[in-house]
């Protein structure tokens, strides 16, 4: 027999609904109530199966990924992740026991939320005929200003955490393993093929640098969930600025570099087009660099000056192999209906 | 040609996105940002096309129904609705313009959400291959003690508003109509029926009541989403207690009344076992029952005493016309996978 709701909420509360002195209502509940001191930080992303993830995923990458996407906006704004809600559509009628699979899917959930200080509240589970579906739903403390995506200014340093590329190199190899259409890099070893893969399942949010990079002042940022240029484009449009970057100083991992060498193509397609790396891209005033330096040696995260904010007139000025360079098509992806 | 992601935010943004000055970060960026001085209440439903609502709703009726069902939970903790997010997946391909159909469900979220003083603030817009799926989030302030689920003594009176049973019978209407098993309540003019089918579609949020009664200090309430004796039995579970109901005090509608009679089996479908009411259950103490009483009139709001709080021995007591009766069946409903 398949378990009903309510047993599938039974389990999410058991392995995940944790006390916390702020929470004054917890699950179980027609609502949950918390107690913050600052500001609310809240955001919510929606990940439909066949779209955003494969059917065939593992419940505890999906898990994982699904928290990921929203710490990571958490940390763009430099918010501190406190709790989160979270509503499964599961698909009816399957040969899938949703109770071990909700079971895996609080474990890998955990894998992140608890090192992350992040607590299950609330959400809801229903049965749907279409595709699993879930919409994960972040809350976070705001102790300093909020970084903006309108906060760019003329003369401020463009940083990259963490390498880029890496998630929509691994899809590309997803992909063409399941003889759908693709461009796989090139020359890669298994191991490097691994290490890809894994930063496409498990990405990593930067919450301790967006927290510290907020402390110390910085007021804009934006997470790169679209692909590089697209997310700073977002930045560019919402500040009305342009910006000079230097695609040779694009953090690249090791797992990758080879597969790029000298073709634009690639170099276009993952990691300035590719999406899905959830680093941060920070604009930082040049009095603040320094600090900005430490702060990546505290947190043990890799961070790299790839340009500068431009006056808007310059636009999105690329350079690459010391000439100027196109990209070609819009770059980014969004949903089209 | 079918519009993008970025303009179907845009439509709900301009449309609902209104300025709050405790709102620091607005639509737009990667999260939203509040000041809240109270503790902040927060639920989260998933609504699926096929599942909670038909594929052919209106989008302006879809869009009340889905804010109303969360604004009930708000009202059953006797918080002020502030903030809302949403999350649509939206199916691809078909022959729909998703730009008309965005205008329409922004305007019918508008007819509730501003009387309601709540605002739009975040969410995510995506494509699926299944049914039309939304998830609506709803933040409000905590100003008195939530009213809990688990709060219910012996000798508190039960209290139900405004009147149940209307919605589960326009359902059966609905499905009749459509050639699905149903039991459609005989008897009923044609009028009644879209009395009743109103109340379905567009049921009312009792948020001034759940604020008043939580000021004056009622301590535990739940909102009838899944049916009466289901709602009710999640209260006398939480809080290990019994009941003892007098069905014929139930309250009913004009519209339903005729359709009811001695029927023992229609007085289990529609107002005892029938969900989607989305009024309220308040256990009231003895010395608190004059003031609701009270806060009846000034909101408005019919409120009918329906029996008491009992021993956790008596368990579930139902009598109708002078005579204990069962429930057959389990009463309410649960997703089942």
Known sequence: MQPGEFRLIEVLRSALGETDPDLLVGM???????????PVTICSDTLVAGRHFFADVAATD?????????????????????????NLSLPAGQNCDWGLWVEDFA???????????????????????????????????????????DAARPGQGVWVSGCIGDAAAALDIAWSARALPARPPAGLSTQAQWALE?????????????????????????????????????????????????????????????????????WQRWPLTGGDDYELILCVPPELEDTLRGIGRETGV??????????????????WRGELRRIDGHGGHQHVF
Do not use: Y
Not at 67 to 80: K, P, Q, R, T
């Open 302 to 319: 890799p961070l790299t000056r790839v340009g500068e904010i431009a006056p808007a007139e310059v636009g999105l000025e690329l350079r």
């Open 198 to 266: 894994q930063r496409r399942l498990r990405p990593t949010p930067r919450t301790a640098l967006g927290e510290a990079a907020a402390r110390c002042g910085v007021a804009c940022a934006q997470d790169i969930s679209d692909g590089f240029v697209a997310d700073l484009g977002h930045i560019l449009q919402a500040s009305g600025v342009g910006a000079r970057i230097c695609v040779d100083d694009l953090p690249i991992s090791v797992a990758l570099r080879p597969a790029l060498g000298e073709d634009w193509e690639a």
């Open 107 to 149: 474990a890998g959930w955990r894998a992140l939320a608890k090192p992350s200080g992040l607590r299950l509240i609330g959400g809801d589970t229903v049965a749907t005929d279409g595709p699993l579906t879930l919409t994960v739903t972040v809350l976070g403390a705001q102790r300093d200003a909020p970084m903006r995506r």
């Open 62 to 86: 999906l898990a994982w990924k699904a928290l990921a996407v929203n710490l990571s906006d958490l940390a763009a704004m430099g918010a501190i992740p406190r709790w989160a809600l979270l």
């Open 28 to 38: 179980g509940d027609d609502a949950a109530v918390v107690r913050c001191r600052e």
